[in-house]
């Protein structure tokens, strides 16, 4: 009710600044008490971890984690926050973010801007949040790609002993080249030596932190078969699917509809859920699922457990509906 009455302000805002004003409120709010969503308990145990619910917030909307305490009021049965990378960045040049409202969708070519690792740890350890926190990691912009996998690892090794799981960004369109790290040798190199080290971190931590892969959804059958059978060769212990994606569908002859970017929100949803059924029936529960992308109903939550997923995450929904949608979908999963 309350998102209702804000958003046409929010809606009147730059989408950059209604981002950082809704956080900020956010926190005011959870601060002096004003705000919690009731979720009623729906625990699910997913990659050897106790969820209380199936529904957590995707990356990106907290990217440096400053914001957890005021996000887990929410009701969220996991947040992941970043995506971060080893050194601070400023992102792509503003402006960057499109609100496309006829589709209930949104466009982004933030580019990880980020304030580093560093402060994102620091940014954890103040947060008072015991749930399930996921952490997700890229590489810098500067960084060659051919060099992506030192980044990678940089992050895995300040982040280990703070995240519940770890989640491997690959398929961002807005870093140049970054997708290309999801195949051939390039996708084995970098999986292999994340694997190994997140062995050598359990041993040392004595605690074992999950590995999650993040695709897009702009991906062929082949592509979907080879990404497969990497996550098992490596054992890697849950894949996001998916991404933003860089087609038009639904969008075309709309404005802002052309903006160079990700597409977010409804329009990707059956795209999403296509590909996130394809590693399913490959993956035959050998490996979780989570399903992200265009969920902006209970019903479409559903959608996504029926296709394959363990847990959903959503982002570019709540803009639209609110954080009633946690809720909503909450309530309609199994």
Known sequence: MMYSLARPLLFSLAPERAHELTLSLLKTAHKVGAMRQKIAPKPVTCMGIEFPNPVGLAAGLDKNGAYIDALAALGFGFIEIGTITPKPQAGNPQPRLFRIPQAKAIINRMGFNNDGVDQLVENVKAAKFKGVLGINIGKNATTPV??????????????????????????????????????????????????????????????????????????????????????????????????????????????????????????VFEKSTACLAAFSKILKDQIPLIGVGG??????AVAKQQAGASLVQIYSGMIYTGPVLIKDCVDAMT
């Open 146 to 267: 051919e060099d992506a996998t030192s980044d990678y690892v940089i992050c895995l090794e300040k982040v280990y002993a703070y995240a519940s799981y770890i989640t491997v960004n690959i398929s961002s369109p807005n870093t140049k080249n970054l997708r290309s790290l999801q195949s051939g040798h390039a996708l084995t190199e970098l999986l292999e030596t994340l694997k190994n080290r997140q062995l050598e971190l359990a041993e040392e931590h004595q605690h074992y932190v999950p590995l999650v892969l993040k695709v897009a959804p702009d991906l062929e059958v082949t592509d979907i078969q080879f990404i497969a059978s990497q996550l098992l060769e490596f054992k890697i212990d849950g894949l996001i699917v998916t991404n933003t994606t860089l087609s038009r569908d639904g969008v075309e002859g709309l404005p802002f509809g052309d903006e160079a970017g990700g597409l977010s929100g409804a329009p």
């Open 295 to 300: 969920i902006l109903s209970g019903e479409q």
